[in-house]
T-cell receptor, first 112, second 110 residues
Framework: DADVTQTPRNRITKTGKRIMLECSQT?????MYWYRQDPGLGLQLIYY???????NKGEISDGYSVSRQAQAKFSLSLESAIPNQTALYFC???????????FGQGTRLTVV | GQNIDQPTEMTATEGAIVQINCTYQ??????LFWYQQHAGEAPTFLSY????GLEEKGRFSSFLSRSKGYSYLLLKELQMKDSASYLC???????????FGKGTTLSVSS
């Protein structure tokens, strides 16, 4: 089983719909992150959390919200999806400063 | 804020050596990572530099100069499977997250 699991892997949704992307990890890490990736733009940080009670906005948080339900779970919500939120979304975890981040396999989201 | 610059694309041939440069502007950071990402897949860790100098790991080496705001990833004995994007990543100071550059797409031909 993967250490970092994202569900769903692919999703097509309509403009205006609410959608939740889920991430769970078995690494026992405190730190979790959500990134989106658009062609030519690299990975952009949406939100991050360094423990269950900690939530921080990233570079592009507008239109998104998150919930850290437990150490192992970090969900990303789009309250009202719009077409320019079509992208590849990655969840990642890390243990502490100076250690590598582990990524999920990504969720490909299409908003039509 | 932080700004990271990398070349968009590079090409090389099998067996060659290639150096991918990364320059950055930041008010402070803990360290610098390099990740590899094949198209449509998750990024995977290659190296981490916290001190100035060269870190070597097999065919891959990474260099950091804090005073010059500069890092590079050196890939030796290139193989076709090295065709991928290479991401330069700053680790912010305490309480901040990883910030990614836009990546350099390397194409290796035979």
């Amino acid at each position: 089983d993967a250490d970092v699991t994202q569900t769903p892997r692919n999703r097509i949704t309509k403009t205006g719909k609410r959608i939740m992307l889920e991430c769970s990890q078995t690494k026992g890490h405190d730190r979790m992150y959500w990134y989106r990736q658009d062609p030519g733009l690299g990975l952009q940080l949406i939100y991050y959390s360094f423990d269950v009670k900690d939530i921080n906005k990233g570079e592009i948080s507008d239109g998104y919200s998150v919930s850290r339900q437990a150490q192992a779970k970090f969900s990303l919500s789009l309250e009202s999806a719009i077409p320019n939120q079509t992208a590849l979304y990655f969840c990642a975890t890390s243990d502490r400063t100076g250690t590598e981040a582990f990524f999920g396999q990504g969720t490909r989201l299409t908003v039509v | 804020g932080q700004n990271i610059d990398q070349p968009t694309e590079m090409t090389a041939t099998e067996g060659a050596i290639v150096q991918i440069n990364c320059t950055y502007q930041t008010s402070g950071f803990n360290g610098l990572f390099w990740y590899q990402q094949h198209a449509g897949e998750a990024p995977t860790f290659l190296s981490y530099n916290v001190l100035d100098g060269l870190e070597e790991k097999g065919r891959f080496s990474s260099f950091l100069s804090r005073s010059k705001g500069y890092s590079y990833l050196l890939l030796k004995e290139l193989q076709m499977k090295d065709s991928a994007s290479y991401l330069c990543v700053l680790e912010g100071q305490a309480g901040t997250a990883l910030i990614f550059g836009k990546g350099t797409t390397l194409s290796v031909s035979s």
